[in-house]
């Protein structure tokens, strides 16, 4: 499972949870500008809008699982088992994009949301996998800048694109399932409750916390949107970069999966590999691991971003202990 979520304080933040039971090796990847980025139904582009993201780096090409590009516009994919369904045939009136281009076909040339969904709407999303190695990933998107964000969903009856007013997503069922799922929860608070049931029962608050007493805690898809919606939406921070990004990961945190809670084959956990979080405005890069809690920053415009070549660095795992005495 993953989830995803964006955060406005004085800057516009956003990032997700990679939950799975194995890494395929991510690296927080920067591709600057003049990086020849190629396309397989397309001329390869030199020069781009520069992007930075965690990664699957094959061949000198980064295939990536969330990013955000200089503009500020950001695209995070989510597991869509069972619902995801790309094209089998090549369109001649839009550009055809291999499944795994889309991130960077989007980030690429998109300086706002706005003109992620003009170009959407001339994209024909091919089933045309990276390598026989790596099948088509079955996925959905947030997709959001500072204005806006938008879930885009490419199904059977077509692609979808809802504008999401709560800026979360996880997984199954589709995005306009999940926003109805909400209506059983409209009654949750952070505010404690009034006695509606019956004002002649002596009832009490015999605890802090009560108003979102009915608020899911388990690990299903449709449990984590309603958890991540609610913390995200009631979550209060100071404005500045460290209490904004500390929010952020609280935030995320709500739905974090601890290994052996989760099982998907016998003896196989999923657990949250990693939690990120960009600034959007700034180009910054922050994350967690499951073993290393101390955020890690990379910042884009540290690096040459009229480079050539790709930058990526290994995430940092293991816990990072500040030892107070000894
Ligand atoms: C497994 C990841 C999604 C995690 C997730 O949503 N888990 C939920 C599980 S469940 O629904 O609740 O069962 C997805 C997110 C991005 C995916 C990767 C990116 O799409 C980039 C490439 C794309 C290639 O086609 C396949 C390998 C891959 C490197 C993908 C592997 C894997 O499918 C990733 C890492």
Redesign the pocket.
Known sequence: ??TAATYQTSDFYMGRT???EFS?G?QVTIMPRNYPLPFRYHETRYNHYAIIGM??V?NDYP????AVNEKGVGI??????GNAHYEEELSEEKANVA??EL?PWLLSQCASVQEVKKLLEQTNLMNT???EQ??????HYLIADKEETITVEFMEAGMKIYDNPVGVL???PPFDQQMFLMNNYMHLSPKQPQNLFDPSLPLQTYSRGMGSIGLPGDL??ASRFAKVAFTKLHAISGDSEKESISQFFHILGSVDQQRGCCE?AEGKY?ITLYTSCWNAQKGIYYYTTYENHQITGVDMYAEDLKAERLISYPLITGEQIHWQNG
């Open positions: 499972m993953c990679l939950d799975y395929y991510d990664a699957y094959v295939l990536y699982y969330d995070a994919g989510l597991n869509f088992v499944q795994y991130i996998s990276y390598s790596l099948p088509c990933a079955q996925l996880t997984n199954n299903s898809s998907v999923e």
